[in-house]
């Protein structure tokens, strides 16, 4: 089960009381849970995930709580979502807790691991056209570097690029994680010990590319601000630098954001060793003035 990261810290700067919130990545809804037992009956959640599978454990987990509604949902849709029950602004504050589920690589289906073999997919919503082995397969090679070059800032990316079209000129598509990490390992230097897999990078920045990940948090901080009402709070937790520059940048030039959090709060060790994955969450808060 996916353990939920800063989970106090969020709650704290959410500051819940009654009101309309919303949990934009509710997940296995261990954020979620949280929310509505401190909402204590009173106000509401929304819920949005775009992982169908996430949110049917969130929908046994919750089902108690009947002032409690989810989606299966992108949360680009929010404004949609929020116009359809008759809701013209978020009141109490709004939570996101960005990039991927424990669920994700728990379940080896899925192909978001080296780790395992599996298809190339790493979709996080399976009802997307775009999957890895589109990525890998049909995207040009400056475009494959580009990629993993920003996205997953790896200093081999020219190589992989030219190696991944190489293989699937000479051999046909990539079709498994065991194929793409091999072919990664290949530019790498030999004889050498590395800190992380060389794949880590690679794989990071096809998931984030397969799911447009950046664009999305983009997007969504362009028109989050005008939703919510004054005194309402939004708290982001991010997992990388990438979206962590993305929503310090955002929230410094919103004018209609003061700023809660002048250095992001990070995770307690004692968290990091009881959930390993906490150890590059940042949270930053803002609220809607
Ligand atoms: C880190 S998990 C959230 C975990 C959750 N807070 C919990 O405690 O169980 C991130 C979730 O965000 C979802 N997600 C990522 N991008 C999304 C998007 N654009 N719209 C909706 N959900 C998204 C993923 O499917 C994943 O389930």
Request: hydrophobic share 35%; charged share 30%.
């Amino acid at each position: 089960m996916h353990k939920p990261v800063l989970l106090k810290e969020a709650l704290d700067f959410l500051n819940v009381r009654d009101g309309i919130y919303v949990d934009c990545t509710v997940g296995t809804g261990g954020h979620s849970i949280e929310i509505l037992k401190a909402l204590n009956g009173k106000g509401m959640l929304i819920g949005l995930d775009r992982d169908e599978s996430a949110l049917e454990i969130a929908r046994e987990r919750l089902k108690e709580y009947k002032n409690c509604y989810l989606f299966h949902s992108n949360y680009l849709d929010l404004k949609t979502i929020l116009k359809k029950q008759n809701i013209n602004s978020i009141t109490g504050g709004v939570l996101m807790d960005l990039g991927s589920s424990s669920l994700h690589f728990d379940d080896l289906s899925r192909g978001f691991s080296f780790k395992n073999n599996a298809p190339l997919d790493m979709r996080m919503d399976r009802s997307q056209t775009l999957t890895a082995f589109e990525v890998i397969n049909k995207y040009k090679e400056s475009t494959l570097a580009d990629i993993i070059y920003n996205y997953g800032e790896e200093r081999h990316s020219r190589k992989i690029a030219r190696l991944i079209v190489e293989k699937r000129a000479k051999n046909g598509p990539i079709k498994t994680t065991n194929e793409l990490s091999d072919i990664i390992i290949k530019c790498y230097p030999k004889g050498i010990r590395f800190k992380i897999h060389p794949a880590t990078r690679t794989f990071q920045a096809i998931r984030i590319e397969v799911n447009k990940e950046l664009e999305n948090i983009n997007e969504f901080m362009c028109f989050i601000p005008e939703l919510l009402s004054t005194g309402s709070r939004l708290t982001v937790i991010s997992f990388h630098s990438l979206e962590d520059r993305i929503i310090k940048n955002c929230f410094k030039n919103a004018s209609t954001l003061k700023v809660l959090t002048k250095k992001p709060v990070t995770p307690s060790e004692e968290e990091i060793l009881y959930n390993p994955r906490a150890r590059s969450a940042k949270l930053r808060a803002t609220e809607r003035i």
